[in-house]
C-alpha cells in the first residue's frame, strides 16, 4: 500500500526566510509525486511535479522540490517566503498507470509571520 | 487559469434524505473526478469518470454514491440515502486527458454536514 506522509502539519517562518516542507513517500514502483498549494477557502492549485530526470523540479512563484529516492523523499522548498504563501500545501503521490487517483498526504499548514 | 465550480459551496442535510453536488469542470477537460475530506483527515479518491463510464472507483463510493455527466452539463455526485459519515468536504477535478502526467484542476470544495 503506498502511503504520503507530511510528518509537519504546521510550519510557521517569518516573512523573507526560507522553508522547507517535508514529504516522505512509501512505495516501490513507478510513480509520479506533485504538491499542490491550497489557499483557505480555494481549491487545490498545482504547484509541481516530478516523475524521472532532474530530480530538481521547479514550480511556480519560486517553489522547488527535490527528489530522493534513497530517503523516499520528495521536500518543497522556498528560498524567501512572501506573506501570500500562507496556505495549506498537500504533497501527493501517483501511479504510472492510475489516471488522476492522487494519493495524498494530511497536508502542512504554513503561516508566514510579518 | 483553468477553473473548475462547485456549487453549492456548503450543503446541509438530514440523514436519509438525497443530496446532488455540482461541478462545472473546465471545458475541454475530459476526465473527472471525486475527492472526499473529512475534517482535520486527508484528502482521499473517490472515483474517476470518463466517456460516460466510472473507470475506477475506491471504497469509499460506496452503493449509495453514484456520478453522471448528462450531455456534457454538470458532473454531479449524488448521495442517496446519506448517512452521518457522509459529512465532509468534497473536491471535485478534472484534466485534459487520463495519463498520469496530466495536471488535475481542482474545485474549491462542498463542504456536506449530515445531520
Known amino acids: 500500500t503506498q502511503t504520503v506522509s507530511q510528518s509537519d502539519a504546521h510550519v510557521t517562518v517569518f516573512e523573507g526566510d526560507s522553508v522547507e516542507l517535508r514529504c516522505n513517500y512509501s512505495y516501490g514502483g513507478s510513480i509520479y509525486l506533485s504538491w499542490y498549494i491550497q489557499h483557505h477557502g480555494h481549491g487545490l492549485q498545482f504547484l509541481l511535479k516530478y516523475y524521472s530526470g532532474n530530480p530538481v523540479v521547479q514550480g511556480v512563484n519560486g517553489f522547488e522540490a527535490e527528489f530522493s529516492k534513497s530517503d523516499s523523499s520528495f521536500h518543497l522548498r522556498k528560498a524567501s517566503v512572501h506573506w501570500s504563501d500562507s496556505a495549506v500545501y498537500f504533497c501527493?503521490?501517483?501511479?504510472?498507470?492510475?489516471?488522476?487517483?492522487?494519493?495524498f498526504g494530511q497536508g502542512t499548514k504554513l503561516s508566514i509571520k510579518p | 487559469g483553468p477553473k473548475v465550480l462547485q456549487i453549492p459551496s456548503h450543503q446541509i442535510i438530514d440523514m436519509g434524505q438525497m443530496v446532488t453536488l455540482n461541478c462545472d469542470p473546465v471545458?475541454?477537460?475530459?476526465?473527472f473526478y471525486w475527492y472526499k475530506q473529512i475534517l482535520g483527515q486527508q484528502m482521499e479518491f473517490l472515483v474517476n469518470?470518463?466517456?460516460?463510464?466510472?473507470?475506477?472507483k475506491s471504497k469509499l463510493f460506496k452503493d449509495q454514491f453514484s456520478v453522471e455527466r448528462p450531455d456534457g452539463s454538470y458532473f454531479t455526485l449524488k448521495i442517496q440515502p446519506t448517512a452521518l459519515e457522509d459529512s465532509a468536504v468534497y473536491f471535485c477535478?478534472?484534466?485534459?486527458?487520463?495519463?498520469?502526467?496530466?495536471?488535475?484542476?481542482f474545485g474549491s470544495g462542498t463542504r456536506l454536514t449530515v445531520l
Open positions: 477535478a478534472s484534466s485534459r486527458t487520463g495519463i498520469s502526467a496530466e495536471t488535475l484542476y
Open positions: 469518470f470518463y466517456n460516460g463510464k466510472v473507470m475506477e
Open positions: 501527493a503521490v501517483s501511479e504510472n498507470y492510475n489516471q488522476g487517483k492522487l494519493i
Open positions: 471545458s475541454n477537460h475530459l476526465y
